[in-house]
Antibody, heavy 117, light 107 residues
Framework: EVQLVESGGGLVQPGGSLRLSCVVS????????MHWVRQVPGKGLVWVSR????????SYADSVKGRFTISRDNAKNTLYLQVNSLRVDDTAVYYC??????????WGQGTLVTVSP | EIVLTQSPATLSLSPGERATLSCRAS??????LAWYQQKPGQAPRLLIF???NRATGIPARFSGSGSGTDFTLTISSLEPEDFAVYYC?????????FGQGTKVEIK
C-alpha cells in the first residue's frame, strides 16, 4: 500500500523557517518524481515544487522561488521542503505527492503551516 | 502560464443523477489533463489522467473526455460518496496548474 506521511508543520512568525518532511512507503521511492502542493483552508490547490527521482532536477513556483528548497533522501525514503522567509500568505496545508514529472497521483494527508505574528 | 477555468462553481444534484463538470484551458494542453476528487478534511485523490484514463481503483461511473482546451468529467450516476470538490489539472506546460474547483453538493 502506498503511504505518504507529512510532518513538520506548525505555527511560525513571519520571516521564520520550517522543515517539512514526508516519509513514504509501499513503492520504490527513487523511481518517482515527488511534489509539494499547498492549499489554503477552504481554497484551491496550488503547486509549489517538484523533484526528480535522483534529486538532480528541481522546479519551483515563482511565489516560492529563492525561499523554499525541495530535497530528498532516497536511503531514508523521505522528501523534504525547507521553507524560509515565511510570509503570512504561505499559510496553508502542505501536501506531498508522488507522481510523474507533472502530475501527482498519490497524496499524503498534509501538514498545516500557519504564519502569524 | 496556462489558466484552467472550471464550471460550474457549484453543481446541486440528487443521488442517481448525472453530473457533468467542465474544465477549459486558456491554451491547448493536448491530453495532459487530470481530474482529482477532494472530500472535506481529506487529501485529493486522482480520478482521471491523460484526459480519459481512470486511475487505479476508480469506479467506471467516472469518465473523462476532451482534448486541446475543453475537457469534461462525467459521473454517470451519483453515489452518496461522490459529493465532493473536483479539480482539473494540466501538466502540458510549465508550471503545472489546477482549476479553481467544482463543488458537487446534494440538492
Amino acid at each position: 500500500e502506498v503511504q505518504l506521511v507529512e510532518s513538520g508543520g506548525g505555527l511560525v512568525q513571519p520571516g521564520g523557517s520550517l522543515r517539512l518532511s514526508c516519509v513514504v512507503s509501499g513503492f520504490t521511492f527513487s523511481d518517482y518524481w515527488m511534489h509539494w502542493v499547498r492549499q489554503v483552508p477552504g481554497k484551491g490547490l496550488v503547486w509549489v515544487s517538484r523533484i526528480d527521482g535522483d534529486g538532480r532536477t528541481t522546479s519551483y513556483a515563482d511565489s516560492v522561488k529563492g525561499r523554499f528548497t525541495i530535497s530528498r533522501d532516497n536511503a531514508k525514503n523521505t522528501l523534504y521542503l525547507q521553507v524560509n522567509s515565511l510570509r503570512v500568505d504561505d499559510t496553508a496545508v502542505y501536501y506531498c505527492a508522488r507522481g510523474t514529472v507533472g502530475r501527482p497521483d498519490y497524496w499524503g494527508q498534509g501538514t498545516l503551516v500557519t504564519v502569524s505574528p | 502560464e496556462i489558466v484552467l477555468t472550471q464550471s460550474p462553481a457549484t453543481l446541486s444534484l440528487s443521488p442517481g443523477e448525472r453530473a457533468t463538470l467542465s474544465c477549459r484551458a486558456s491554451q491547448s494542453v493536448s491530453n495532459y489533463l487530470a481530474w482529482y476528487q477532494q472530500k472535506p478534511g481529506q487529501a485529493p485523490r486522482l480520478l482521471i489522467f491523460a484526459a480519459f484514463n481512470r486511475a487505479t481503483g476508480i469506479p467506471a461511473r467516472f469518465s473523462g473526455s476532451g482534448s486541446g482546451t475543453d475537457f469534461t468529467l462525467t459521473i454517470s450516476s451519483l453515489e452518496p460518496e461522490d459529493f465532493a470538490v473536483y479539480y482539473c489539472q494540466q501538466h502540458s506546460n510549465w508550471p503545472p496548474a489546477f482549476g479553481q474547483g467544482t463543488k458537487v453538493e446534494i440538492k
